[in-house]
């Protein structure tokens, strides 16, 4: 398992969008941040310990990152790749 991964490809894994394309589309315009800072980029690295913010909609997710992941895969396994901190 890796240390780090391209932010888009962990929204991806950890099922916050329904396809990296949209998880990418959603780095690059600034609905994400990544420790208190706008992400530009979706190829800016995520590592574990990490807090996203993300706007999805009218609500707003705050999570922190355990792990990097190798694959998208159940939801079941997903959920263990964050804990939501707000």
Sequence with gaps: MTDRIRIDKWLWHARFYKTRALAAEAAQSG???????????????????????????????????????VRRGPASEAQGLYEVVQ
Excluded: F, H, M, P
């Excluded at 530009?40 to 807090?51: F, N, P, T, Y």
């Design 31 to 69: 609905r994400v941040r990544r420790n208190d800072a706008r992400v530009g980029k979706a190829g800016l690295e995520v590592k574990v310990g990490d807090i996203l913010t993300l706007s999805r909609g009218r609500e707003v997710v705050v999570v922190r990152v355990l792990g990097c992941g």
